[in-house]
């Protein structure tokens, strides 16, 4: 699977983006999705999943009401629309493909992992 991530820019806080991630290779339809973010100095943090059929979804604490992830199978695409923008917000986003039935949050257990998208938000 490889893994396209896009859509990121610079904003001003309270503004909106959305970010694509395109998928080719493998059935992209059978695997559950997940955004990342890392910011300059610290850890790779999870955002949130989405199952294979996008009928569940879940996010860190921080988005919640602010960040959708959504998924078109028949376009192989994954989305995170993110509204409400934070300075905090601030990182390079990946998407990547769950491939260990686990805690969805856990970096290990996904692969694939797409060139990121930067994302910086200005107060």
């Known amino acids: 699977v490889q893994l396209q991530a896009s859509g990121g820019g610079s904003v001003q806080a309270g503004g909106s983006l959305r970010l694509s991630c395109a998928a080719s290779?493998?059935?992209?339809?059978?695997?559950?999705m997940g955004w990342f973010r890392q910011a300059p100095g610290k850890e790779r943090e999870f955002v949130a999943h989405?199952?294979?059929?996008?009928?569940?979804?879940y996010y860190t604490d921080s988005v919640k009401g602010r960040f959708t992830i959504s998924r078109d199978n028949a376009k192989n695409t994954a989305y995170l629309q993110m509204n409400s923008l934070e300075p905090e917000d601030t990182a390079v986003y990946y998407c990547?493909?769950?491939?260990?039935?686990?805690?969805?949050?856990?970096?290990?257990?996904?692969?694939?992992w797409g060139q990121g998208t930067q994302v910086t938000v200005s107060s």
């Open positions: 990547a493909v769950q491939v260990v039935i686990g805690r969805v949050s856990t970096p290990n257990n996904y692969a694939y």
């Open positions: 290779g493998r059935t992209f339809s059978s695997l559950g």
């Open positions: 989405i199952s294979r059929s996008g009928g569940s979804t």
